[in-house]
């Protein structure tokens, strides 16, 4: 199983241009940024914007909501776009969500890799605890953007709307 995933890893990283023999990412993998759009109240469409507030220990909500773009890192893959859907905060106000690249390609690398971490149509499942959404949230005053290390080699990347 193991040999399987790493020989697809290597098989996109040679279809990418992130092979031995080349370390130039070629422009036409990258996904290029798009207006936002999609964002929802419902999480039955996916989303490219979400709303946060930072939380106790309790999960009791101790400031006010604000809005962020999201977007994603995956290994050795350049920041790409995402969506999300299926967004809750659980009684502690740890977070938990679905999340998608938007390109094809990172799709695929991120789902050789990721394994049991995915939904049954594809979504990869996130956790971030409430310490790491409030660290961000204090990080995003000072700040345009922040990465969260949310584990497995997937950074969320959060940017002020």
Do not use: C
């Not at 290029?32 to 946060?52: G, H, Q, R, W």
């Not at 859907?85 to 050789?112: F, H, Q, W």
């Not at 969260?148 to 990347?157: P, Q």
């Amino acid at each position: 199983m193991k040999k399987e995933i790493l020989s697809e890893v290597n098989e996109i990283k040679k279809m990418m241009g992130l092979d031995e023999q080349s370390r130039t990412i070629p422009q036409d993998t990258v996904a290029i940024k798009s207006s936002i759009e999609n964002f929802n109240t419902n999480n039955k469409v996916p989303a490219k914007l979400i709303y946060l507030t930072p939380r106790d220990s309790q999960g009791n909500v101790i400031g006010k909501k604000l809005t962020y773009s999201i977007s994603g890192k995956y290994s050795f893959l350049p920041e790409f776009d995402v969506e999300i859907r299926n967004i809750r905060r659980d009684g502690n106000g740890t977070l938990y969500a679905e999340a998608k690249p938007i390109n094809s390609v990172v799709d695929s690398a991120m789902k050789a890799g990721a394994g049991d971490y995915l939904t049954d149509d594809g979504w990869l499942e996130v956790k971030v605890p409430t310490s790491k959404i409030n660290g961000a949230i204090n990080k995003l005053k000072k700040s345009n953007s922040v990465s969260i290390d949310a584990g497995e080699g997937i950074t969320i990347i959060l940017r002020n709307v």
